[in-house]
């Protein structure tokens, strides 16, 4: 039973530098969901897909932040020109359509900026 | 703005006590869900809550969901060590399919010897 897959697991990268996350969903899953998680805290909504179609985006997403499922299976998150309050753990989930559908989380990518 | 708030934020307990965790939330939804974190892994999900009153359990875990109060319980019975986590309450827009989920800052769970 395969889960939710992240890659990489840990992305140390210099302020102003661009970075991409890949996430690759439970196969027959065709919602997927990225999220933020800080110390601390709760995960926060970033933004989701339903196949290949970006449905909802957070006021978090700014204009440097940007998300694609080309073809409605694995999932690409850019951060332009990172900022050390980028530094987080990016988390994607996926689920089958339906309220009663638990999501279901990867282990995530922790994003350190120097 | 929907606002999720979860008491306590840190809990020690003994093994074999009983405790309860609640997870209040600020506006309508019948959408209520349970994750468990452990350090450095991924979120677990625990229980779906639809509807009111309605009650879960999973071994020595039990939660319920009382939507006129905008209040969930996370009941732990005769804690051991390996439910040490932190646990999340999440919930759901009151319309439309499962879509974007909001978050409590977590409990976090040690259950001591």
């Known amino acids: 039973d395969t889960g939710v897959s992240q890659d990489p697991r840990h992305k140390i990268t210099k302020r102003g530098q661009n970075v991409t996350f890949r996430c690759d969903p439970i196969?027959?899953?065709?919602?997927l969901y990225w999220y933020r998680q800080t110390l601390g805290q709760g995960p926060e909504f970033l933004t989701y897909?339903?196949?290949?179609?970006?449905?909802?985006k957070s006021r978090l997403l700014s204009d440097r932040f940007s998300a694609e499922r080309p073809k409605g299976s694995f999932s690409t998150l850019e951060i332009q020109r990172t900022e050390q309050g980028d530094s987080a753990m990016y988390l994607c989930?996926?689920?089958?359509?339906?309220?009663?559908?638990?999501?279901?989380f990867g282990d995530g990518t922790r994003l350190s900026i120097l | 703005e929907l606002k999720v708030e979860q008491n306590p934020l840190f809990l020690s307990m003994q093994e074999g006590k009983n405790y309860t965790i609640y997870c209040n939330y600020s506006?309508?939804?019948?959408?209520l869900y349970w994750y468990r974190q452990d350090p450095g892994k991924s979120l677990e999900s625990l229980f779906v809550?639809?509807?009111?009153?309605a009650v879960k359990q999973e071994g020595r875990l039990m939660a319920s969901l009382d939507t006129k109060a905008r209040l969930s319980t996370l009941h732990i019975t005769a804690a051991v060590h390996d439910l040490s986590a932190t646990y999340f309450c999440?919930?759901?827009?009151?319309?439309?399919?499962?879509?974007?989920?909001?978050f409590g800052t977590g409990t976090r769970l040690q259950v001591t010897l």
């Open positions: 989930a996926s689920s089958f359509v339906g309220f009663n559908q638990p999501q279901h």
């Open positions: 196969s027959e899953h065709n919602r």
């Open positions: 897909f339903q196949n290949e179609a970006q449905l909802e």
């Open positions: 506006t309508t939804s019948d959408r």
């Open positions: 809550l639809l509807s009111n009153g």
């Open positions: 999440a919930v759901g827009p009151l319309t439309g399919t499962a879509s974007k989920l909001t």
